[in-house]
């Protein structure tokens, strides 16, 4: 599980009267409605009501939270371990499948999400990684499904190639290097040291690649979640 950034996350879920309320609830029970709603994701996750200053609430006292946000659009927000307790919101709902979002990220008074960190629900069972291991179980039963986590395999493969060949251009480019530098030693003592070889800058330019290609894997895993029927 990746480490969070202990940022501040500063979402305003409403700000006008009519668009609420919003609905706070409480593990023990009691519900708190609010129009406005600051929520904050650190190592001790906590929310605000009504506003920057208002009632403090730590996320362990709360069950999950929904309503109406300044654009009129339904939120739903709950708290998930995620390297340690965070806010996350449900970004997809079918009969079957649930699936949150745990990297929510901010920039405007509505808060906003990248599809990178996310959980899923299977038929109302414990929330799971997006990974493939759990995926090609869960989804077993379902063509269509499969048929998106055999593309998502493909591109993880493929990840796999690149890195096992950018790797291994460094390596040989760097003991190469490190030969030739120490022969020149030997004929010509203190001279200077040699440039690094191409093999050893593709190699580091390749190692990248994997990275960008998690984007389209992780497409291809929730486009799995979400054809499952």
């Known amino acids: 599980m990746r480490l969070l950034v202990f940022s501040l996350l500063f979402i305003s879920l409403a700000s006008a009267a009519q668009t609420g309320p919003i609905d706070i609830y409480l593990t023990s029970g009691k519900i708190i409605s609010t129009h406005n709603l600051y929520l904050f994701s650190s190592y001790k996750s906590y929310l605000r009501v009504d506003n920057k200053k208002g009632e403090k609430i730590y996320i362990d006292l709360v069950d ?26 449900r970004g997809f709902t079918s009969n079957r499948i649930v699936i949150y979002h745990t990297d929510i990220v901010t920039g405007t008074m509505v808060a906003t999400h990248k599809p990178k960190s996310c959980l899923y629900s299977k038929d109302g069972g414990p929330l799971r990684q997006l990974k493939l291991k759990h995926l090609k179980k869960d989804m077993a039963d379902c063509p269509a499904s499969l048929e998106h986590l055999k593309k998502g395999k493909g591109i993880a493969t493929g990840q796999t190639i690149i890195s096992v060949v950018s790797y291994s251009l460094i390596l040989a480019g760097t003991i190469t290097w490190f030969a030739d530098a120490a022969d020149d030693e030997l004929d010509d003592p203190g001279s200077s040291s040699l440039d690094l070889p191409p093999t050893v800058l593709i190699g580091a330019i390749g190692a990248w690649v994997p990275i960008f290609m998690n984007g389209p894997k992780r497409e291809k895993y929730l486009a799995a979640l979400k054809a499952y029927r």
């Open 64 to 89: 999950h939270i929904e309503g109406i946000d300044q654009e009129g659009n339904y939120r739903y927000f709950k708290p998930v371990s995620w390297g340690n307790t965070v806010w996350a919101e």
